[in-house]
């Protein structure tokens, strides 16, 4: 079974809102780190949030905060992404990632072990 699949990306104008959805296998989902990432052309890949669905605890990168919400449904085994507020400068290509190494950044990417395909969010002025 693919541990990661994300979804739910499209084109929006500024001010807008979209809602990523990540599908997350039932063996990854438990007590598990699931954040989001995204990567806009010529740039490193940047992390925007993160959830720890043991106990639904989430952290963000400051230039979200109070506009993306990211959240947890158990019953679905599902992580999603609301973002509201979008910006030009959230254009970029959102991946979902999975099961953080122990000890490391969630920040940084190469701590995950798991990744979805990507969906592109872009964001017009």
């Known amino acids: 079974q693919v541990p990661l699949v994300d979804f739910g990306g499209g084109s929006v104008q500024a001010g807008g809102s979209l809602r990523l959805s990540c599908s997350v296998s039932?063996?990854?989902?438990?007590?598990?780190?699931v954040a989001w990432f995204r990567q806009a052309p010529g740039k490193e890949k940047e992390g925007v949030a993160v959830i720890y669905t043991g106990n639904g605890v989430t952290d963000y990168t400051d230039s979200v905060k109070g506009r993306f919400t990211i959240s947890q449904d158990d019953a679905r085994n599902m992580v999603y992404l609301q973002m509201n507020s979008l910006k030009p400068e959230d254009t970029a290509m959102y991946y979902c990632?999975?099961?953080?190494?122990?000890?490391?950044?969630?920040?940084?990417?190469?701590?995950?072990?798991?990744w979805g395909q990507g969906t592109q969010v872009t964001v017009s002025s």
């Open positions: 039932r063996y990854t989902y438990r007590s598990a780190y």
């Open positions: 990632a999975a099961n953080l190494r122990d000890g490391g950044s969630w920040l940084r990417p190469g701590n995950f072990d798991n």
